[in-house]
């Protein structure tokens, strides 16, 4: 790893990064409309048919020519019931003048009839109706391709579908559609300390807290994990691990742990062996161990240990990498909310800092910007801010971005 003052700033690792990125096209694959939800759109989709396909009543009541009804303000106006229309289960019949018939909503609208009357206003006794209100022609009928028109563009390419994008498409009789496929994504966590996640920390292990976290983001960012479970710090179980994932045809591999400089950090050595590694230590606090690389057409993130450092790193880097070839923004999930600051935040030029907030009305509160193994900082914070690289004070009372980790 480089020296302190030979770090790679955080703008320089994003735009060899992006250079990665933009040289890649998101896979796509074919998928059923009923697992289409939260996946993103790889084809415009154009409709075939209008929606509805046919006149369409909207109300409960009775379908009437509106002629008949005209001047039933001055005199009401008697209606033979001549039938009924309910959804899926046509009237068959012909409609004359001084008729009506019964129909339900979503049914369709006899050809002659012209507008619905609402059950409400009428008066039915027997086989007749009274009417005693006129009804404009068009009223309470839906016109076919009042949804949608035969040719158009029910979903735009590189849409993320929400659940009634679904219920949209298939409602034209969609059923198989082109979708962004989800990065694969290999995680590599490393650690003769660890004991798989679940398992009560004893004696001087810990339990892996990086495998569940990174698990989460990835999926949370639209990939999917393809290879997870630890790997202790040997040269040969790290090289295996990492050939495993990338013979698994991971996108993405995230190494967890062993990326700095010491003596079972073997990570960085391999990485170079199956690939490169361009970037390896970068001006982040926490994190500066996190290194950038690849191996074939892999993207390998090397993110450090400590698991604040972990998420950070994940979150600059590793996150932007998923979200992108998922089709989605490369941008955070997250939101901001302006807010004043509470205390002075100081920081070294040229770094970037990650200080975790709490929200006390309208003040940002610091909790902690250095302590990297302490993970609770991150669940007691409302957000987070980051001190950019060319400022070395925010000052108490100054007006911060904070960073939402929550929904
Ligand atoms: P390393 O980056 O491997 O030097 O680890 C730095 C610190 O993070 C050490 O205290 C490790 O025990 C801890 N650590 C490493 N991996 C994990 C993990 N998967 N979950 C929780 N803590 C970890
Ligand atoms: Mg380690």
Same mark, same amino acid.
């Given at each position: 790893?480089?020296?302190?003052?030979?770090?790679?700033?955080?703008?320089?690792?994003?735009?060899?990064?992006?250079?990665?990125?933009?040289?890649?096209?998101?896979?796509?694959?074919?998928?059923?409309?009923?697992?289409?939800?939260?996946?993103?759109?790889?084809?415009?989709?154009?409709?075939?048919?209008?929606?509805?396909?046919?006149?369409?009543?909207?109300?409960?009541?009775?379908?009437?020519?509106?002629?008949?009804?005209?001047?039933?303000?001055?005199?009401?106006?008697?209606?033979?019931?001549?039938?009924?229309?309910?959804?899926?289960?046509?009237?068959?019949?012909?409609?004359?003048?001084?008729?009506?018939?019964?129909?339900?909503?979503?049914?369709?609208?006899?050809?002659?009839?012209?507008?619905?009357?609402?059950?409400?206003?009428?008066?039915?006794?027997?086989?007749?109706?009274?009417?005693?209100?006129?009804?404009?022609?068009?009223?309470?009928?839906?016109?076919?391709?009042?949804?949608?028109?035969?040719?158009?563009?029910?979903?735009?390419?590189?849409?993320?579908?929400?659940?009634?994008?679904?219920?949209?498409?298939?409602?034209?009789?969609?059923?198989?559609?082109?979708?962004?496929?989800?990065?694969?994504?290999?995680?590599?966590?490393?650690?003769?300390?660890?004991?798989?996640?679940?398992?009560?920390?004893?004696?001087?292990?810990?339990?892996?807290?990086?495998?569940?976290?990174?698990?989460?983001?990835?999926?949370?960012?639209?990939?999917?994990?393809?290879?997870?479970?630890?790997?202790?710090?040997?040269?040969?179980?790290?090289?295996?691990?990492?050939?495993?994932?990338?013979?698994?045809?991971?996108?993405?591999?995230?190494?967890?742990?062993? &990326?700095?400089? %010491?003596?079972? !950090? +073997? #990570?960085?050595?391999?990485?170079? /062996?199956?690939?490169?590694? *361009? =970037?390896?230590?970068?001006?982040?606090?926490?994190?500066?161990?996190?290194?950038?690389?690849?191996?074939?057409?892999?993207?390998?993130?090397?993110?450090?240990?400590?698991?604040?450092?972990?998420?950070?790193?994940?979150?600059?880097?590793?996150?932007?990498?998923?979200?992108?070839?998922?089709?989605?923004?490369?941008?955070?999930?997250?939101?901001?909310?302006?807010?004043?600051?509470?205390?002075?935040?100081? &920081?070294?030029? %040229?770094?970037? !800092? +990650? #200080?975790?907030?709490?929200?006390? /009305?309208?003040?940002?509160? *610091? =909790?902690?910007?250095?302590?990297?193994?302490?993970?609770?900082?991150?669940?007691?914070?409302?957000?987070?801010?980051?001190?950019?690289?060319?400022?070395?004070?925010?000052?108490?009372?100054?007006?911060?971005?904070?960073?939402?980790?929550?929904?």
């Amino acid at each position: 790893m480089k020296h302190q003052h030979s770090k790679t700033s955080v703008s320089d690792a994003l735009s060899f990064l992006d250079s990665q990125l933009a040289a890649r096209k998101p896979d796509t694959e074919e998928i059923s409309v009923l697992a289409a939800n939260d996946r993103v759109l790889a084809e415009s989709v154009f409709s075939e048919v209008n929606i509805p396909s046919f006149r369409r009543s909207m109300m409960d009541g009775f379908a009437v020519c509106s002629a008949d009804v005209a001047e039933s303000q001055s005199a009401a106006v008697i209606l033979a019931i001549a039938g009924e229309s309910f959804p899926g289960r046509e009237w068959q019949g012909t409609l004359r003048s001084g008729q009506a018939v019964r129909i339900m909503t979503g049914a369709p609208v006899p050809e002659q009839a012209d507008a619905v009357i609402p059950i409400e206003l009428v008066t039915v006794q027997g086989c007749s109706v009274t009417v005693s209100q006129p009804i404009p022609p068009g009223k309470n009928v839906a016109r076919p391709g009042e949804d949608i028109d035969e040719g158009d563009i029910v979903a735009v390419a590189g849409r993320r579908l929400r659940p009634q994008d679904v219920g949209l498409l298939a409602s034209i009789g969609c059923s198989r559609l082109n979708v962004v496929s989800r990065p694969r994504v290999g995680l590599v966590i490393t650690g003769n300390e660890l004991l798989p996640a679940g398992t009560r920390p004893t004696g001087h292990r810990i339990a892996d807290s990086n495998g569940p976290m990174l698990a989460a983001l990835v999926e949370r960012d639209g990939g999917t994990v393809i290879r997870d479970g630890l790997t202790p710090d040997t040269p040969a179980a790290i090289r295996d691990a990492l050939s495993d994932a990338l013979q698994g045809r991971a996108d993405i591999l995230l190494v967890s742990g062993g &990326s700095s400089a %010491g003596d079972e !950090d +073997y #990570a960085p050595d391999i990485i170079q /062996e199956l690939g490169e590694l *361009p =970037i390896h230590g970068i001006a982040i606090r926490p994190g500066a161990p996190a290194g950038l690389g690849r191996a074939g057409r892999c993207l390998v993130f090397l993110l450090p240990g400590n698991p604040v450092a972990c998420l950070f790193a994940y979150d600059l880097f590793a996150g932007r990498a998923v979200r992108t070839l998922a089709g989605r923004q490369s941008q955070w999930p997250y939101r901001t909310v302006s807010a004043v600051l509470e205390s002075t935040l100081r &920081s070294a030029r %040229g770094r970037t !800092d +990650y #200080a975790r907030i709490r929200l006390a /009305e309208s003040q940002a509160i *610091p =909790i902690a910007v250095s302590g990297s193994s302490v993970l609770s900082s991150t669940t007691k914070a409302d957000g987070f801010l980051l001190i950019p690289a060319d400022v070395e004070e925010l000052p108490a009372g100054a007006v911060v971005q904070v960073w939402l980790y929550g929904n």
